[in-house]
């Protein structure tokens, strides 16, 4: 949930740190802190309040007056220990002359402890990751002690990493070894960047974008030795490896508000660009024209019996969509899990199963475990993902990017539609290749796909409208969002990213399931959204409609432009662009970020960094 950023350079690398600190903002903010090193030894300045840690480092005169030219940074969300300033990283050993950073868990800390505290060690701090530091020392020592010379920290450091169980990425400077910059990672994101004037390591490309110019992305089990002018890999075991250097395709204006007042909003307006960015390049031609990667023929896809569909929060509802979507197009059967569940529930899985993740970064630690357990299973996994060198990318048989582009607001938006195209379009392709769908019906569905980016255009030009309508509901607490076939899946995640930014009371339904038990709950105070757009249950979700009005909630629709009858039995209508019913939820969930957003506005919330959220879970 952490982020972390290191820089070593010929220059000052105090600013660098504390801007890198804000790109990183959204992946935690309880607290935050920098360590630099100069001649004198290493200086720590660490900071606990919510929203305002990294505001509080970077006007701290001792900070701003370091001329250090190496330094580690973290923005911490908080999992072992309470927000403060101790628990705050970075950490130290006993002596003072190391420091580490650490983003993800330490399943074995508390067996480590006793034991380092039995050699003597003192620990200051309640967390999981002060135990680095010390094992590090502890390495440190011993390996002095044998007398074996070389590489002694880089050794002490490969021997913690072993140690470890659980996921981590770790980054370590000492006073003793004060040109260098080590870091190791498993199952948590780092990506190395090299520059003319220096070299840097963080969490997130967008960090360092601004100083590097080609990026390394750190796999897992391996240590990567930074310094201003060199990089070596390596395994745990210390054996070299060969890497490649990559520029990324964005800008670091990409990362910025471009005048928006928030990335939400932004990235809510860059909807259409990044559904149309996914989808180039793919066809229906060609099954094997959805994959960015691939480790297999795809005509081993005709075996597929079984597809199961797994992700977390937004990717979960896009799944929902897709298992619609696949199971009539491919008449394929799909199973839907919630990725935190899947591997628990003992599947049947075998070579005859197709497992597609589905997880924006790349790094969401429970889709990572869902997938590698499918692996073992011996089914064929695929992901989708929007971070290129993300960990999920290594380890399944093939990989469907979206192509979002920087997602800085925790709340996805963009890239929860990047996900509905690779999947609506993977679906479609599906069809075809199982032979389903004739070529002539498999391209009117694509070219209809394709064309959903100028709805979602149309849709964003009613932004004012929306978010007029939103206003009227301000003042309500509850909201119930109900919707029948592809309006399922829209109230789900409309409900989620009300919750998730207005702090109010949400919750979607099947609209059928209301008279089930939920319905008891309704009353003037309660607001109930229905997806009422065209599909084969429109008449049935009308009905369901009336049935909340006679209980006398607040009833608001989401509708087609073409329907002239829905005014005549509600008032307040989010009208939006005619779709196809199975493309329906790409442009359905416009009106309804905005009306989210807005509330959050309202009620004066951080829209981009809401309470108790990060961006990125990488911790079970």
Same mark, same amino acid.
């Given at each position: ?44 300045? $660490? ?8 505001? $509080? ?27 403060? &300033? ?10 003072? $002359?190391?420091?580490? /950073? ?37 390495? @440190? ?78 796999? &897992? @089990? ?25 520029? /990324? ?56 019996? $079984? ?46 199963? @197709? ?40 380890? /399944? ?92 899946? +829209?109230?789900?995640?409309? #409900? ?29 105070? +309660? ?13 049935? @979700? ?57 509330? #959050? ?20």
């Amino acid at each position: 949930m952490c982020g972390i950023i290191g820089a070593v350079t010929g220059e000052k690398v105090n600013q660098i740190l504390i801007d890198g600190l804000k790109k990183l903002e959204y992946r935690g903010y309880d607290s935050a802190g920098v360590t630099l090193l100069d001649g004198s030894g290493l200086e720590l300045y $660490k900071y606990a309040h919510l929203n305002q840690s990294i505001e $509080k480092l970077s006007v701290m005169p001792q900070v701003n007056d370091s001329m250090a030219a190496i330094g580690l940074a973290h923005t911490r969300w908080a999992t072992h220990g309470v927000p403060n &300033d101790l628990n705050a990283h970075p950490h130290l050993d006993c002596s003072g $002359k190391l420091a580490i /950073v650490h983003n993800g868990i330490i399943e074995n800390f508390r067996e480590l402890k006793e034991m380092l505290k039995d050699s003597g060690h003192e620990f200051i701090s309640n967390t999981d990751s002060e135990v680095i530091a010390h094992l590090i020392e502890e390495n @440190l020592s011993l390996i002095k002690s044998e007398g074996s010379g070389a590489d002694e920290f880089l050794r002490a450091f490969s021997m913690t990493l072993k140690a470890l169980l659980g996921t981590f990425a770790v980054a370590v400077i000492s006073s003793e070894y004060p040109d260098t910059i080590l870091v190791g990672k498993n199952m948590s994101p780092v990506v190395v960047g090299l520059g003319n004037m220096g070299n840097f390591i963080s969490s997130d490309v967008s960090a360092i974008l601004e100083h590097a110019e080609k990026f390394v992305y750190l796999q &897992d @089990l391996q240590i990567a030795a930074v310094t201003k002018s060199s990089l070596k890999i390596y395994d745990f075991d210390l054996s070299g490896i060969e890497f490649a250097a990559t520029p /990324v395709t964005w800008s670091y204006k990409d990362a910025q508000k471009a005048g928006y007042e928030t990335f939400m909003l932004k990235e809510i307006h860059e909807e259409p660009y990044a559904f149309t960015e996914t989808l180039l390049g793919r066809s229906t031609d060609k099954l094997e024209l959805y994959f960015d990667e691939i480790h297999f023929d795809p005509h081993e896809l005709a075996d597929i019996r $079984k597809i199961f569909l797994v992700g977390c929060g937004t990717s979960y509802h896009s799944a929902m969509v897709a298992k619609y979507a696949i199971e009539h197009w491919a008449r394929i059967p799909v199973e839907l899990d919630i990725a935190s569940e899947f591997r628990y529930r003992d599947p049947v899985l075998d070579s005859t199963t @197709l497992v597609v993740g589905i997880t924006q970064s790349g790094e969401t630690i429970d889709t990572l475990a869902a997938l590698n357990f499918a692996r073992k299973s011996r089914a064929k996994v695929l992901c989708v993902t929007n971070v290129v060198g993300s960990t999920v990318t290594n380890n /399944v048989d093939a990989v469907m990017f979206t192509r979002a582009g920087p997602e800085i607001s925790v709340a996805a938006t963009k890239s929860y539609v990047a996900q509905l195209a690779v999947l609506l379009g993977f679906s479609i392709a599906l069809g075809r290749f199982s032979g389903v769908l004739f070529k002539s019906e498999a391209d009117r569905y694509f070219a209809d796909l394709q064309n959903c980016a100028s709805m979602m255009e149309i849709a964003l030009g009613r932004e004012t409208s929306y978010r007029k309508l939103a206003e009227k509901f301000k003042d309500t607490r509850d909201f119930f969002f109900i919707g029948r076939h592809m309006g399922y899946p +829209t109230s789900l995640e409309a #409900a989620l990213k009300l919750k998730e930014i207005s702090y109010l009371h949400a919750e979607g339904y099947p609209a059928g399931e209301l008279k089930h038990g939920p319905i008891a709950v309704l009353d003037s105070n +309660t607001t109930v959204i229905g997806i009422a757009t065209k599909n084969k249950l429109y008449e049935k @979700l009308l009905s369901n409609l009336e049935e909340v009005r006679s209980r006398n909630a607040r009833v608001v629709v989401v509708a087609n432009d073409s329907d002239n009858s829905v005014s005549n039995y509600f008032d307040d209508i989010f009208y939006v662009p005619d779709t196809f019913d199975l493309f329906s939820p790409v442009v359905d969930i416009i009106p309804l970020q905005f009306l989210a957003y807005e509330l #959050a506005v309202r009620h004066n919330n951080d829209v981009d960094k809401p309470r108790n959220l990060a961006k990125t879970v990488t911790v079970e």
